[in-house]
Nanobody, 121 residues
C-alpha cells in the first residue's frame, strides 16, 4: 500500500508564502518523478511543477520565478515553496508521484488527497 500525505496548505494574503510538503510511504522501490498539480473551482486540474529522479524540473508558465519544487530523497518527500502568491493561485493542490513499487518494481501513478491553498486579503 502506497500513500502520499500532503501538508502545508492554508490561507495566506496576496504576496505571502506557503510551503507544501508531500511524503510518499509504502512499498516503494524507486521514485521516478514527483510533482504538484492544482484544481481551482470550475476548472480542470493543471500542472504546477514536476521534478524527475534526475533532478530535472518543469514549471507552469504562471508560476515560474515564484514557485520552487524540491525533493528530499532520503524522506521520499517533495516540497513546493510558493512565494509572491496571488489570488489566482487559489486552488486545491494535489501531490503526484510516479513510483516503482513492490518486489517487481511495477510503475504506477499515485495522487495525494489534496490540500487547499487560499490566497485572499
Amino acid at each position: 500500500q502506497v500513500q502520499l500525505v500532503e501538508s502545508g496548505g492554508g490561507l495566506v494574503q496576496p504576496g505571502g508564502s506557503l510551503r507544501l510538503s508531500c511524503a510518499a510511504s509504502g512499498s516503494i522501490f524507486s521514485i521516478n518523478a514527483m510533482g504538484w498539480y492544482r484544481q481551482a473551482p470550475g476548472k480542470q486540474r493543471e500542472l504546477v511543477a514536476t521534478v524527475t529522479s534526475g533532478g530535472k524540473t518543469n514549471y507552469a508558465d504562471s508560476v515560474k520565478g515564484r514557485f520552487t519544487i524540491s525533493t528530499d530523497n532520503a524522506k521520499n518527500t517533495v516540497y513546493l515553496q510558493m512565494n509572491s502568491l496571488r489570488p489566482e493561485d487559489t486552488a486545491v493542490y494535489y501531490c503526484n508521484a510516479l513510483l516503482s513499487v513492490g518486489a517487481w518494481g511495477l510503475r504506477n501513478n499515485y495522487w495525494g488527497q489534496g490540500t487547499q491553498v487560499t490566497v485572499s486579503s
